[in-house]
């Protein structure tokens, strides 16, 4: 069955880093593009990265671009969030999804097909 699983999330200061991995199984990860969605208490999930099937394109929101940086690895079906200066509203339930091999211009939740159980990023002021 689909798995995807998030590790890495846990408290931080403000101004420091995490990385956020996420392991995929049960699907052929190569042809998926790979998002990270984020979900704070009381907000509705946002989009915060998306990288393609094939590595040569991505996508970042505003608030997040130039402090966060998503890659993979395809031969260990793998994508990782790379997050630095790190703010308190930053804090969230991090989500990793799987979708079509193309990020959209604006990656949405509904446009993708498989996601994780979420890990927590809590940053401290």
């Known amino acids: 069955q689909v798995q995807l699983v998030e590790s890495g999330g846990g408290l931080v200061q403000a101004g420091g880093s995490l990385r956020l991995s996420c392991a995929a199984s049960g699907f052929t990860f190569e042809y998926y593009a790979m998002g990270w969605f984020r979900q704070a208490p009381g907000k509705e999930r946002e989009g915060v990265s998306c990288i393609s099937h094939s590595n040569d394109s991505t996508y970042y929101p505003d608030d997040v671009k130039g402090r966060f940086t998503i890659s993979r690895d395809n031969a260990k079906s793998t994508v990782y969030l790379q997050m630095s200066s790190l703010k308190p509203e930053d804090t969230a339930v991090y989500y990793c999804?799987?979708?079509?091999?193309?990020?959209?211009?604006?990656?949405?939740?509904?446009?993708?097909?498989?996601w994780g159980q979420g890990t927590q990023v809590t940053v401290s002021s």
């Open positions: 999804a799987a979708g079509p091999p193309a990020c959209p211009l604006v990656p949405t939740a509904a446009w993708y097909d498989y």
